[in-house]
């Protein structure tokens, strides 16, 4: 999940760079929602952790 918030960041600066503001601002806010999510997954499993049989 984070290899798919590392490239929108990637597709929205180089929609930036070209000046499609829209489509950088989509992209830019997909990547926002995908770390979120990430980091709350995340957080979740560092929680839970492994359980040892």
């Given at each position: 999940m984070l290899r798919?918030?590392?490239t929108f960041i990637i597709l929205a600066i180089v929609a930036a760079i070209f000046?499609?503001?829209g489509i950088a601002?989509?992209?830019a806010?997909?990547?926002k929602i995908?770390?979120?999510i990430f980091i709350v997954l995340f957080i979740i499993?560092?929680?839970t952790?492994?359980?040892k049989i």
């Open positions: 798919w918030t590392v000046g499609f503001g601002a989509g992209a806010g997909i990547a995908l770390f979120f499993s560092l929680i952790g492994r359980k």
